[in-house]
Nanobody, 121 residues
């Protein structure tokens, strides 16, 4: 069994910063791509940023230059540094990981339960 546990959400004023963390735990052999998604009220879930095991990154246009994704492979943890936050960044942020399980044939795509980020104007 694998779990992704997010932390770091909260309330911040526009222009402020937050850092989200997501730690994977369980029967993990390896983790391929890790990513952050977000879902605002009344909107579909969207990709915010993703990072490969080798460190290659991809960002949504709306966050380029403001957000930075990183990971610590030794800790099975991914981070999202969010700077210059805007009210439109308000959403529930979800961690996502493509995991290879310890047991042959196990693993798959896993999601965290989400952490709320609220940006006030």
């Amino acid at each position: 069994q694998v779990q992704l546990v997010e932390s770091g959400g909260g309330l911040v004023q526009a222009g402020g910063s937050l850092r989200l963390s997501c730690a994977a735990a369980g029967s993990i052999f390896d983790i391929k791509t890790m990513a952050w998604y977000r879902q605002a009220p009344g909107k579909q879930r969207e990709l915010v940023a993703q990072i490969t095991k080798g460190g290659g990154t991809n960002y949504a246009d709306s966050v380029k230059g403001r957000f930075s994704i990183s990971r610590d492979n030794a800790k099975d943890t991914v981070y999202l540094q969010m700077n210059s936050l805007k009210p439109e960044d308000t959403a529930v942020y979800y961690c996502n990981a493509d995991i290879i399980g310890v047991r042959r044939g196990t693993g798959g795509e896993y999601w965290g339960k989400g952490t709320l980020v609220t940006v006030s104007s």
